[in-house]
């Protein structure tokens, strides 16, 4: 697989799916990925940072002013060395703040830094991604050059079978193969 040793900074954000993300990151550091995690304070209410840190091998980013890194600009250093940044599962707040070029916390401080491809995985209720809002803001990042993997069909966290659901972590390793 083309993903082994690529520095792959993971975004999380505050959705229900964020649990998924955990088995996401077991996935690619068992397929030899770095893995850089970076989490919203509201993804910290979903999934711990312990258990992201704990799986990815590496320091959670979820405060950009914790005084406990190096003398570096960090979100800068780790911008520079990544391949890909993916952002799993990415709420329809993290999309819109993106499409606005909004960076008011490190994950989107970080999207606006990087260089390499962005990679969203949407996740979330299906009234939320039909909006026109929502679908505003993901054609325009999909003409701007991001990429896109789900979301699906499915049972959804409210209980509705709809449009919504963020796609399984294998098929996202997956696609993000072929795109790196
Ligand atoms: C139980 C619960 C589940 C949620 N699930 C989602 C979700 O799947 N997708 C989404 O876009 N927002 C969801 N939200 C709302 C977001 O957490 C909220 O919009 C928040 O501001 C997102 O912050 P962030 O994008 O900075 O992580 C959920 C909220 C709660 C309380």
């Known amino acids: 697989m083309s993903i082994k040793n690529k520095n792959i900074i993971v975004g999380i954000s505050g959705s229900i799916a964020a649990y998924k993300s955990a088995e996401l990151i077991r996935l690619l550091v068992k397929e030899k990925a770095m893995v850089i995690p970076v989490m919203t304070k509201n993804a910290a209410e979903f999934v711990t940072p312990l258990t ?24 800068i250093t780790i911008a520079k060395k990544s391949d ?13 703040k993106i499409a606005s070029g909004i960076a008011d916390d490190a994950l989107t401080t970080l999207v606006l830094s990087v260089k390499c491809p962005v990679v969203i995985c949407p996740a979330m209720n299906s009234e939320m991604y039909k909006n026109p809002l929502t679908q505003k803001n993901i054609s325009y990042l999909k003409k701007l050059g991001y990429y896109f993997i789900g979301p699906e069909k499915g049972e959804l966290a409210c209980g509705d079978e709809n449009i919504g659901r963020m796609s399984e972590p294998v098929k996202i390793i997956s696609e993000i193969s072929k795109i790196l």
């Open 84 to 96: 890909l940044f993916l952002i799993v599962p990415a709420t329809a707040n993290v999309i819109a």
């Open 52 to 75: 992201i840190q704990t799986l990815s091998k590496n320091k959670v980013y979820v405060d950009m002013f914790a005084n406990n890194f190096d003398w570096e600009v960090e979100h």
